[in-house]
């Protein structure tokens, strides 16, 4: 069975400081790997897709970053605001099968 | 509307009676697939569509679960005899590429079985 680990589970921290959020995965053999947002009651939002063959991706004070050796990616979060307070998931596709296989999340909160 | 679109948002159901969720994914896009997000559990894979081709069905717990996709657009995730077990979000994502990537989900439905 593919498994996704994320770590921390929660994480809580002062408005303004950069944070770094963690994916593992088992197997190293991914098409793609990609970054979501859930906030409460709602459902995913797509904030960045990293190909295999690609090592990192950069969308505002986003930053995702690949290491298929390793099996790890990382979600760097630059200037953290509250309203980035939310779920991060990470999700990976295999180049065999057709689903997403998700984390369990990281819970972040940005205090203000 | 722009995203994939999901009904009804929540469903309240009694134990044994059956459910139907609906997903309107964006138009155009040829793959379709269900998630379900139990409490304090990740994603679960459930089903996923590629045009005309045969499902993937391996993600379904149970024969009670069953989905179709009508003309290759509106997909249906039909729940019989539902168990206390099967309260989750149900979510809905749609792609436009024969296998990923970039998943657009719908927002859920959120189905409490009493």
């Known amino acids: 069975k593919q498994e996704v680990t994320q770590i921390p589970a929660a994480l809580s921290v002062p408005e303004g400081e950069n944070l770094v959020l963690n994916c593992s995965f088992t197997?190293?053999?991914?098409?793609?790997l990609q970054w979501f947002r859930q906030d409460p009651g709602k459902g995913l939002t797509s904030l960045l897709l990293i190909q295999s063959s690609q090592r990192e991706q950069t969308s505002g004070r986003l930053n995702a970053s690949l290491d298929k050796s390793s099996g790890r990616s990382t979600l760097y979060i630059a200037a953290s605001q509250p309203g980035d307070s939310a779920t991060y998931l990470c999700?990976?596709?295999?180049?065999?099968?057709?689903?997403?296989?998700f984390g369990t999340g990281t819970s972040l909160t940005v205090i203000p | 509307g722009a995203g994939v679109s999901q009904s009804p948002s929540n469903k309240v159901t009694e134990k044994g009676k059956d459910v139907e969720l609906r997903c309107d994914p964006i138009s155009g896009h040829t793959a379709l697939y269900w998630y379900r997000q139990s409490l304090g559990q990740g994603l679960e894979f459930l089903i996923y569509?590629?045009?005309?081709?045969?499902?993937?069905k391996s993600g379904l717990p149970s024969d009670r679960f069953s989905a179709e996709r009508t003309g290759g657009s509106v997909s249906t995730l039909t729940i019989q005899r539902t168990q206390q077990e099967d309260s989750a979000v149900y979510l809905c994502?749609?792609?436009?590429?024969?296998?990923?990537?970039?998943?657009?989900f719908g927002p859920g439905t959120r189905l409490t079985v009493l």
């Open positions: 999700a990976v596709q295999y180049n065999t099968g057709n689903q997403f296989y």
């Open positions: 197997d190293s053999a991914i098409y793609n």
């Open positions: 569509f590629q045009g005309n081709s045969a499902p993937d």
């Open positions: 994502a749609s792609s436009p590429y024969t296998s990923g990537p970039r998943g657009f």
